[in-house]
């Protein structure tokens, strides 16, 4: 390791307690998307105690601040994602909101901070070409659909994840490259897990709408919503032996009302639902079969349906060039028997949304335990969960932005984005669909 990025991973060991104990004060109040208000001034008071000035509220909560080197060059992000989301029985779980982060989005924000403690207290910041963009986003679980398209009808937000809204405020419209760790579970990927895809995801909310009658003297004279759903649910999973393995298709539905009351038929259901693949074309194609299953329960019973499909995330790519840095830099740090392969991941992030638009890297770094998303959730070993990423991403940078930022420029020039950023909104905004069924009588 050369002499600078070695003064980088001091700065950053001498602030360790400082950044784990910043990630266990978040983890101790949790919050939700678009509701990380707390969590939010937390970041800014750790950006205001270094003096780095930000910006606050983009997106509702989102906190970002932009240092700046030595000398001009491109943009790199450094994101952490806010959010926790609902897990019931998590033992730091919010008593109101059942929000828990067990997904160590907690652990993100510290790395960020310890990006941004590595190099500002090493002076190395001083000696690079370019700036880079601290950034904690909003809202990267998609999580409380009805709850954010009451946000969406007041005027608050237009999508329903961060980085989408982000994206559409032109929040990183003076951002070049990209990069974040998320936090691992699995053992297998040891101490850092690097490259790989993930799935993208569309949501459906679903209404079936029949006719209350008394359940016991006439349920003749009423039409069965639930019945419907269930007819609808039956036909989904029928439809699953036509799914390719390699599109990694996932239909995964629950029902949000499943009645009023016991002893009146039910005339009102509802579902939520996500649709995701590896493809655009392979949820696409996905979704049109969900839709014909739809149909069939509201058909077989005589009920209504009401479809609203929702624009998710789209599939991740990582951007080849920025990998490599990374993983050089990773496989610095830990060895190359720590640093594995990721796969394919069924998961759905945000994160893919801004990989398509620009040169962006999703890597992950072990040190979590238990089920991601469940109640068993804990970053166990705060050193590969928080150091270790946050110097892989800090001396990525000092890679990126030295001699001109010659490295950066060179993964600029060589990555095709699949979408412009204009593109990408006229996309979101095409896959914005509501329909509704009824046989007629
Ligand atoms: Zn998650
Ligand atoms: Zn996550």
């Keep these: 390791m050369d002499e600078r990025k070695a003064r980088v991973c001091a700065a950053i060991d001498a602030r360790r307690d400082v950044l784990v104990r910043f990630a266990e004060a978040v983890a101790a109040q949790p919050e939700l998307g678009f509701f990380e208000f707390a969590t939010a001034r937390r970041f800014s008071r750790a950006l205001a105690e270094l003096g ?11 906190v970002k601040a932009v240092l700046a080197g030595g000398a001009p060059g491109p943009t790199v992000a450094v994101l952490g994602e806010l959010d926790a989301l609902p897990v019931r029985g998590h033992p730091q779980a919010d008593p109101e909101t059942g929000a828990a982060h067990a997904c160590g989005h907690n652990a993100q924000l510290a790395m960020v901070l310890g990006v941004a403690h590595g190099l500002l207290a090493s002076g190395v910041l001083d000696e690079l070409a370019g700036r880079v963009a601290l950034f904690a ?31 559409r405020l ?14 691992t579970t699995a053992p297998e990927e040891r101490s850092f897990a690097v490259g790989g895809t993930n799935n993208g995801v569309a949501a459906k909310l679903v209404r079936f709408i029949g006719r209350a009658a ?10 069965n919503a639930l019945n ?14 036509t799914y390719r393995d390699a ?26 639902m996500f649709v995701r693949g590896a493809s655009l074309e392979a949820i696409r194609d996905a979704n049109r079969k969900v839709d014909r299953a739809l149909r069939a329960g509201a058909l077989a019973i005589g009920a209504r349906v009401e479809v609203t499909t929702l624009p998710g995330y789209l599939p991740l790519r990582n951007d080849p060039l920025l990998l490599e840095v990374f993983r050089r830099n990773a496989t610095l740090l830990v060895g190359p028997n720590e640093v594995t392969t990721a796969g394919h991941r069924g998961s759905s992030t945000d994160m893919g949304d801004l990989s398509q638009v620009l040169p962006a890297i999703h890597p992950y770094a072990g040190g979590a335990i238990g089920q991601g998303h469940g109640a068993d959730y804990a970053l166990a070993d705060p050193e590969r969960a928080i150091v270790n990423p946050a110097k892989a991403m800090a001396l990525t940078i000092v890679d990126l932005l030295t001699d001109g930022a010659a490295e950066a420029r060179r993964v600029l ?29």
């Design 52 to 62: 780095v000035a930000h910006t606050t509220g983009l997106a509702r909560t989102g």
């Design 137 to 167: 986003v909003p809202a990267e679980e998609y999580v409380q659909i009805e709850r954010r398209l009451t946000l969406r009808r007041e005027g608050a937000i237009e999508f329903l994840g961060g980085k989408a809204e982000l994206l």
């Design 170 to 183: 032109g929040a990183f419209d003076d951002v070049d490259l990209a990069m974040m760790t998320h936090n």
């Design 214 to 223: 008394h359940a016991g003297r006439a349920p003749h004279e009423g039409i």
């Design 228 to 241: 419907a759903a269930h007819v609808a649910l039956a036909a989904m999973h029928a439809q699953r032996e």
């Design 247 to 272: 599109d990694h298709v996932r239909v995964h539905p629950i029902i949000t009302h499943g009645g009023d009351v016991v002893n009146a038929v039910p005339a009102e259901v509802r579902l939520e």
């Design 413 to 441: 020039a060589a990555a095709r984005p699949a979408l412009t950023r204009a593109g990408y909104l006229q996309f979101m905004r095409d896959l914005l669909q509501t329909w509704q069924y009824h046989e007629p009588d």
